[in-house]
């Protein structure tokens, strides 16, 4: 079984500009998370999909951030305009049913953002 | 807000000896407990998780228990192996939702 795709791996930029980030999950796996982690924290969840609708984006800074996962399976994150605090690992991570705690969660190798 | 706490960044044990990593939580309406691994580079995988209705459980060198009046879980490996050392990842789970840990760096020296 593959497993959750991200790309890129590494990104740069400066403060101000976007980015995009690309996560395809596992195929059949019906909910999607997108995870930030920062140095020295524990992954912090930004956004969860259930198929293509937006099950949990409380903590997902809305002026900035946005997500879509068109059609149900891949999904991708946009950061725009671009801050030095959003520089961490963003983790998309995908699970089987409605993403309970024995369904099958599997992440990705993530996307180290440096923003500088 | 951080309902779940890995108080100790790292850890270093001997090949062959007992690795003991702890986590704390405050939130006592959880249902599951889990823990995850982490190589560089590469994203958590699941090791072990319990439920919020035992206070034990083993899988090979792994062994996860639980002290809800403490609002405490620890993970034990044993026998460790130097393949053991990586990042660990206390998380709890309820209403949907995975809170993480910090994280506790291990270190297995051979």
């Known amino acids: ?14 403060k101000r500009q976007s980015v995009a980030f690309w996560c395809n999950p596992i195929s059949g796996h019906a909910t999607l998370y997108w995870y930030q982690q920062i140095l ?24 900035r951030f946005s997500a879509e996962r068109l059609k149900g399976v891949d999904s991708t994150l946009k950061i725009q305009p ?15 049913g409605t993403g309970g705690p024995l369904d099958g969660y599997t992440f990705g190798s993530g996307t180290r953002l440096t923003v500088v | 807000d951080q309902q779940v706490k890995q108080n100790s960044p790292s850890l270093s044990v001997q090949e062959g000896r007992i690795s003991i990593l702890n986590c704390d939580y405050t939130n006592s309406m959880f249902d599951y407990f889990l823990w995850y691994k982490k190589y560089p580079a590469e994203g958590p995988t699941f090791l072990i998780s319990i439920s919020s209705i035992k206070d034990k459980n083993e899988d090979g060198r792994f062994t996860v228990f639980l002290n809800k009046s403490a609002k405490h879980l620890s993970l034990h490996i044993v026998p460790s192996q130097p393949g053991d050392s990586a990042v660990y990842f206390c998380a709890a789970y309820n209403f949907n939702k995975f809170y993480f840990g910090s994280g506790t760096k291990l270190n297995v020296k051979p």
């Open chain 1, 1 to 14: 079984e593959a497993g959750v795709a991200q790309s890129p791996r590494y990104k740069i930029i400066e």
């Open chain 1, 40 to 63: 020295g924290q524990g992954p912090k969840l930004l956004i969860q999909f259930q198929n293509n609708g937006v099950v949990d984006d409380s903590q997902l800074p809305k002026d």
């Open chain 1, 82 to 96: 671009a801050k030095l605090e959003d520089s961490a690992v963003y983790l998309c991570a995908s699970s089987t």
